[in-house]
C-alpha cells in the first residue's frame, strides 16, 4: 500500500513534529521563516540527548517523510556527533545537541520569525 504524498507544508510539518515527538525530542521549535529567508519556509529545531539520538531522529524522519511521498533532498551531518540538518525544500529540520543549539542560538538568530514550540506556544 504507498502511503499518498502530504498535500502542504502544513501537513509535512505536522508529520515532522509528531515523529520528533514520538521520538522523544527534546523542545520542538517551529519557526516560520517564509518571506525571511531565501531558502526555505519553515525550521523546525529539535535537541536529542545522544548522538545516536540524533540520528535515530534523522533516520526516522527520512524514513516517514519518503513514505508520506516527500523524501528528504538531502541529510548533512550524519557523521557530526552534534548537528544534523535534514533538507526538505520547504522545511529543514535541525537536530542538535544542546550545548550546539545554545552555541549556534537559532531560535534567536531568526527571532523575527516568532518561534512557537511544538505544542503551540511562544
Known amino acids: 500500500m504507498t502511503t499518498p504524498a502530504t498535500s502542504n507544508t502544513a501537513d509535512l510539518q505536522a508529520l515532522i513534529v509528531h515523529t520528533l515527538e514520538n521520538l522523544k525530542a527534546q523542545d520542538i521549535v517551529v519557526l516560520d521563516v517564509k ?6 519556509d519553515v525550521m523546525i529545531i529539535a535537541s536529542g540527548s545522544s548522538d545516536r539520538h540524533l540520528k535515530t531522529m534523522a ?3 527520512h524514513v516517514q517523510t519518503k513514505a508520506a511521498g516527500n ?5 548533512e551531518g ?8 535534514v533538507d526538505l525544500g520547504d522545511i529543514v529540520v535541525h537536530l542538535m545537541r544542546p550545548q ?3 552555541m549556534y542560538e ?3 538568530l531568526w527571532r523575527i520569525a516568532s518561534p512557537k514550540r511544538a505544542d503551540g506556544s511562544s
Do not use: H, M, Q
Not at 71 to 75: A, G, K, R
Open 35 to 40: 518571506g525571511k529567508a531565501n531558502f526555505t
Open 78 to 85: 550524519e557523521d557530526s556527533r552534534n548537528w544534523i540538518l
Open 59 to 61: 533516520n526516522e524522519i
Open 106 to 108: 537559532i531560535e534567536k
Open 100 to 102: 550546539t543549539r545554545e
Open 71 to 75: 523524501p528528504p533532498l538531502s541529510i
